[in-house]
Every structure is written in C-alpha cells, then in structure tokens.
C-alpha cells in the first residue's frame, strides 16, 4: 500500500503543478544521508541562524534524492532537522557531565546503576 498522495503544489521551482507526496520514513541510513546533506550545507555557508537557506534546503533534497531516491521535501527534512535537534538536547542535557556511566556495545544502551537510572526518572519523568 503506497502512503503517497497526489497534491496541488505553488512551489514556483516545480516543473508541474502536480507532485507526489510521501510519507518521510527515517530509518538509520535515511536519517544518516539527512544530517550529512545538512552538515555540508552548513558547513558550505548556506544556514541563516537555526536553519538553513533556501538554497540549502534544495541542496539536502537534491543529495538525499541522489542517494537514495526518495523525493522529500523541504518541511518533511526541517521536521526531521527540529526532531533531531530535540533528541540531541535531551541526550546532551541526560549524559554530557555524567562520569558514572557507560556504554553496553552489544545492547546499544546506557550502562548504569539502578539508583542513578532512579535519579533521572525521579527528574525527568519515564
């Protein structure tokens, strides 16, 4: 079952007024072609305080069409953008100054006591 839907567009840089639209899957390599289209925009000068350019917003859409075929537009990557931001912000905020904690390879999660787990529940909720 496809999740596109056909949809009037007024983006003055499409080449009809029709385009299809899907729903954004953001797997591991999908989010992994996402953060290095926006990093070289970045890094190429094309972001204005929190966000990139228009420019640089087609730039990322063209490279993630170029690698993986799918044709997101510019909301469905700033979503993901403002999505990743906020998951880095509360890992950073969870574990950036912890000394006490670790990293289980083979489970890919957090290695820690039961009371620390207990402090940050007690904090932050979950």
Known sequence: MSQCKRMITKDPL???SEV???KAVWDLKATKYC???CLDQVSKGERN???????GWQ????????LTGKKYDKS???NRWDSL?????????????????????????????NEWWEQKIAVYGR
């Not at 730039?59 to 170029?66: E, L, N, P």
């Open 14 to 16: 499409a080449t009809n």
């Open 20 to 22: 299809e639209k899907c």
């Open 35 to 37: 953060i290095q289209g």
């Open 49 to 55: 305080c929190t966000t990139l350019t228009k420019k």
């Open 59 to 66: 730039d990322v859409t063209s490279y993630f069409f170029d």
């Open 76 to 78: 469905q990557f700033k």
């Open 85 to 113: 931001k906020k998951e880095w912000s509360i890992w950073y905020e969870l574990f950036a100054k912890e000394t006490c904690i670790g990293w289980d390879s083979v489970k890919n999660t957090v290695d820690a006591s």
